[in-house]
């Protein structure tokens, strides 16, 4: 019964937990479609067929095998444009009937991304879909004018400010040089130009060469709506080339392109995807439609686009085109510089079209005040990173009061970062014309390293590249500085670099120090502080380390130094962002540097817990990021309390370490172990700046309840045990006394068996005794024989003396016997000297000699014969004397 109360408690406990849980967790979706289309088909297209039935689309074909071959032979420039042409028009040619015959209208045709615009209904894009080489089919979307903040007409008691921005960034300097950025082609992409204002006629002619409506809507010169013409295009081309001579533009001398990528169906403010890129590759071919004839853009210039909250990233990434199609433009040979945005000061609020590889990203400053030292960083300027913890924008320039042209035939100040974008287009074209052989990457590190920072900010006390990049533009510095910085496998082709390093770690990052001077310079580097967001905290530059700090740079060559970041212990999580600095003295170059410093979420045993501090409230929109690590994986709720003198209802987001979007209004669950990205955005109503603390705390409910459930099922096994003990213990207690009744007999039986023997040890006794005895006499009869056998041997020995004695004198007989022979060998020889002698005196009587020595040889053989017999016969008496003797000693 307690067991069954135990388990009924645990069920009603997981239940209200898991209402809990469904209530708080969402996993973000779009509407899912019920074909199976999975991520081929953009969600965004099945709300909008949902919405009104039918959808303006981009149906996307497959081209990875071009852009490999593009990757792997480094395709760039006109090549690049005639091979994307080419592989477009032959794949789009064999798919294009069918895409007709599925009832779809085609609009378009787009080469720079492989893509056939369409207009489609649910059932000529279930058709569409199951076509071989589709590889999607997206939303054809509408991106928005960067609009001016301010807009202010009645210019007559305004301090001309045109002629300040020009100074500010250094374009009268080059303009005195010559550079004014003549035979440049710049693209402004934007509303359509009055191409015949007074401030656009040069010499008698628009400065205006050429014109496109990318828009196929009819558009001429400018987008008009309700009669009223757009003024946002004829602003910014007189930024940038107005020949008025007391507000003059950057580059005067430059020809601008009028691609009009908006129209009156989207009331002058809304441009499609498919009419932005359109416009794009008209940029590429120039007016000729033609790659490589020398008419293509140089420069394109685009203040639109869109703001993407960062937690949006994941989905925006795979179903965008735009940012591919700009990034190519890059690599065809066009320097890209797009408007940061006007959703200043909050973090995260760059405009997404930033994200593309290899464009200028243009924040606004204030110049007003007629010098660097007192500008400072506009206050609607949009502010990075960009996702995740990427320096953002990559540059400044003067977008606040910026008098230029708008229709018709009128001025105006208007302030905006679509002002700053063509001071920095302008200054490109300068470049351009000075370094025709750099390519928009070169243009881009000349204008980003040369940067001198606005000293003023309302949300930072020292410059951040957060809040303006490396600072504002200037033309000459780029143009003459020697100096050229990147990273190693950094961000933005080596532009910044991210470190990711916990408390007390530390990290490292190569940066390239390169001189393209014509004079050997001698270079210090160094860091400044890193600075979190909104100033929050500050990572002193004490704690890193510069492995060269002074070089020396001669033409042509580069030099690797590492610096390496020690973060402390006590170091407040969050994105700490400042610059790395190389200086010869006349010229200083400098890169953004970012260090992320991960919280942890740390377990005690009761629970996980992690605590965030941060400076908020720059926004609205804004946007705060930081690194969370859970070292294990985890089912508890966490629980999320934000205070900032009282409580502050924010809204948290998250990126799971396998890159899933998971938000909650009370809480979120960390079920992977890994590094997640947690968003925080504050909410709209919410604008004052102050310090906020989030707490994140997960006490561990459901590792208890697992736990109680555990113990609960663990009981009610013991018990059940108990009783199968209790009944075993019974029936083995009847078996004991049984076996005990039989222990008594076999106890009896025992008794008997060691009475016998007994008997048996006392017969055994006296067999040892007995066996005693026997053992005692042999031991006498072997003492005895013992003697015998001693006496024996004394014999033996003297037998073997008394023989070696008999040998001895037998050796002596030989020993004479062998003299004597050897005696009577010399007296043969004496005696054979004799004869001769004799033979030589008496050569008459030879032959009475001859028979006297035969028979005197005779004889003395048989005496030799005899006598070594006789010899013989006693030793063969000896030898048989001594095998006597040594048989009578055996026995």
Known sequence: MVGFAYRLLIIAMLGIILLTVAGA????????????????????????????????????????????????????????????????????????????????????????????????????????????????????????????VEKIYDVISIIPQDSVSRRIVQADLLESMGITGRGVKVAVIDTGIQVNHPWLIRKGTSVVTAEYDATGTGVVNVCTYLGIPAEHGTHVAGIIASQDTTHRGVAPGVDIYNVIVFSNITQCEGAFSSWIIRGIEWSLLGPDGR??????????????????????????????????????????????????????PGGYTINFLCYAPGVICVGAVDSRAGSLSRTSVAIFSARGPIPFDIAAPDIAAPGVGIISSIPINRSAAFSGTSMATPHVSGVAALLKQARPGWSPLDIKRAIVVSASPAPLSDIYESPNPFDQGTGVVMALDALNNPIRLSFSGGALQGQTQTLVIPPGSSASAVLLVSNIGDSTVPVSIYLTDLVSYMGSSVLRNSSASISQQSISLSPGSSSQITISVSVPSRTLPGTYAGYVIASTGTHAAKLPIVVVVPATLREDATSFSASISTIIGAGPPEWVTFRLFVPQPMDD???????????????????????????????????????????????????????AIITLSAPKVLRGLSQIEALASDVSSLRSGLESVNASLSQRSQALETRLENLGSAVESIRTA???????????????DTLGRNLASLAQTVSENTRSISNLTSSFQGFVSDAQKRFSNIESALSKATSDIASLSERFSSFQNSVQQMLASQQNSIAEIRGNLSSLSQSLGNTTIVSIAGVVLAIIGIAIGAVAFSRAGKK
Request: proline share 5%; glycine share 8%; aromatic share 8%.
């Open 25 to 148: 967790l969402s996993i973000y979706a779009y509407p899912q479609d019920s074909y199976g289309w999975g991520s081929k088909v953009d969600p965004d297209v099945l709300r909008e067929l949902s919405r009104s039935g039918s959808a303006r689309v981009l149906i996307i074909l497959e081209d990875s095998s071009v852009q490999r071959m593009i990757s792997d032979m480094g395709i760039k420039g006109p090549g690049l444009v005639k091979t994307l042409m080419e592989s477009a028009y032959d794949s789009q040619r064999s798919i294009i009937a069918s895409i007709e015959a599925s009832g779809a209208v085609i609009e378009d045709r787009l080469w720079l991304v492989n893509a056939i615009v369409a207009k489609v209904d649910p059932n000529s894009l279930r058709v569409i879909a199951s076509l071989d080489g589709v590889k999607g089919i997206i939303l054809d979307r509408v991106y928005r004018l960067v609009n001016p």
């Open 291 to 344: 790659p490589g004839t020398g008419d293509e853009a140089n420069v394109i210039s685009m203040s639109l686009g869109a703001l993407v909250p960062p937690w949006f990233m994941h989905y925006v990434a795979r179903y965008v085109t735009l940012l591919t199609a700009i990034s190519r433009a890059v690599d065809a040979g066009a320097t890209v510089v797009i408007a940061a945005g006007n959703d200043g």
């Open 637 to 691: 709720l966490v629980n999320i309390a934000s205070y900032s003198d009282g409580p502050l209802p924010l809204t948290v987001y998250a990126i799971t370490p396998s890159n899933r979007f998971v938000t909650s209004v009370s809480g979120l669950r960390f079920q992977e172990r890994g590094e997640y990205i947690l968003i925080l955005e504050v909410p709209g109503f919410y604008a004052l700046a102050g310090r």
């Open 754 to 768: 060691v009475q016998l023997l007994n008997t048996s040890l006392i017969l055994s006794q006296q067999q040892i």
